[in-house]
């Protein structure tokens, strides 16, 4: 059974993009902002505890007690219940952040890639961002204020303007070559020409 064979690929545990950590470059002459952490409603404040705990367990954050920059964050109830937590970065660090310009394909050269496909599957890559780590400085201007207090992100989170393209860029030479399999950020669509 092929989830035997390679169960380190099926695991439910993180895991780590091994090609190098991500850098964010910032533009000349950009000043750190520190913004005070929000206040969290009381109905999502153990959900928000809940996650940042797991965050920090699985080492997507690490608690600092020192930044020159601070995000607040925003909390999304998921449809499951769970809380994911975004960093409002849209009003600290994207405006001076030099954003990757690598486009997102579109639909019809998706669907050119694969054209004359029988079967096909899509496969959702789980936390996808996150497991691209960052290096030692773009992980302090990634730095979020919740009633916590201070963490940094080890990963790649949501909200950073340049993530989703740097992203493609990497998946799309992790897939370079293979025959029926294009992606779409962390959806990856593969098929086949025939049947079995």
């Known amino acids: 059974m092929l989830s035997k064979k390679y169960s380190k690929v099926f695991s439910p545990s993180l895991g780590k993009f091994n090609g190098g950590a991500l850098r964010l470059d910032m533009q000349e002459g950009a000043k750190p902002k520190f913004c005070k952490a929000r206040s969290i409603p009381f109905a999502l404040c153990r959900g928000v505890e809940a996650e940042l705990d797991r965050l920090v367990t699985e080492n997507i954050l690490s608690p600092v007690s020192y930044s020159s920059w601070a995000t607040p964050i925003v909390p999304v109830a998921k449809k499951n219940g769970t809380i994911r937590i975004c960093g409002d970065y849209k009003i600290t660090l994207n405006p001076v ?9 579109r639909i ?10 029988v079967e096909f599957s899509k496969i959702d890559l789980s936390q996808a961002y996150q497991q691209i780590e960052l290096d030692n400085e773009s992980k302090k201007l990634t730095t979020i204020n919740t009633p916590k207090g201070l963490f940094s992100y080890n990963r790649l989170p949501f909200g950073i303007a340049s993530a989703p393209a740097m992203f493609q860029r990497i998946m799309e030479q992790i897939l370079a070559g293979l025959d029926g399999v294009v992606c779409f950020l962390d959806d990856i669509l593969i098929t086949g020409k025939s049947f079995g």
Not at 97 to 105: A, E, T
Not at 108 to 117: A, D, F
């Open 108 to 117: 019809e050269e998706l669907s050119s890639n694969l054209q004359g496909g």
């Open 97 to 105: 952040l030099l954003i990757d310009k690598y486009p997102l394909p």
